[in-house]
């Protein structure tokens, strides 16, 4: 079934969306650079409650994945900072804490499998996409 939402109280733009593997979360990653976790309240989704709040990236949150277990969010920022956050606090936590993490998705280009591929010796990245 397809889910309609809106989503308010964002004064910056909106740039990726991503519902947990359980159903029960929504990450919403932003121009503000951060990423808002909300968990939903009842079985229909229609009410929900901002959970967490994860503060560290320094250019708008592009891409968001989720581990399996729906404890774990990944993201890459537009200047390709790769950060891993708990859902429930909005804590960041340590690369090494996630590194072994099965996650549910594959939409973050900049990953710990992918990190080799991407290298560029002038810096120059704007082929990540």
Same mark, same amino acid.
């Given at each position: 079934?397809?889910? =309609?939402?809106?989503?308010?109280?964002?004064? &910056?733009?909106?740039?990726?969306?991503?519902? *947990?593997? @359980?159903? #029960?979360?929504?990450?919403?990653?932003?121009?503000?650079?951060?990423?808002?976790?909300?968990?939903?309240?009842?079985?229909?989704?229609?009410?929900?409650?901002?959970?967490?709040?994860?503060?560290?990236?320094?250019?708008? =949150?592009?891409?968001?994945?989720?581990?399996? &277990?729906?404890?774990?969010?990944?993201?890459? *920022?537009? @200047?390709? #900072?790769?950060?891993?956050?708990?859902?429930?606090?909005?804590?960041?936590?340590?690369?090494?804490?996630?590194?072994?993490?099965?996650?549910?998705?594959?939409?973050?280009?900049?990953?710990?499998?992918?990190?080799?591929?991407?290298?560029?010796?002038?810096?120059?990245?704007?082929?990540?996409?």
């Amino acid at each position: 079934d397809t889910k =309609v939402h809106t989503v308010q109280k964002h004064p &910056d733009g909106l740039e990726t969306v991503k519902f *947990s593997p @359980n159903g #029960e979360m929504l990450a919403v990653g932003c121009h503000d650079s951060k990423i808002y976790v909300y968990k939903f309240t009842s079985g229909s989704h229609q009410n929900f409650d901002k959970l967490a709040e994860c503060s560290g990236h320094s250019s708008y =949150v592009k891409f968001l994945d989720w581990s399996a &277990d729906s404890n774990l969010i990944r993201s890459n *920022s537009d @200047n390709h #900072e790769l950060m891993f956050w708990r859902a429930e606090s909005g804590d960041q936590i340590p690369d090494s804490d996630a590194a072994n993490t099965d996650w549910a998705s594959q939409s973050c280009p900049v990953t710990f499998q992918t990190l080799g591929i991407w290298f560029a010796v002038d810096g120059e990245v704007t082929d990540v996409n």
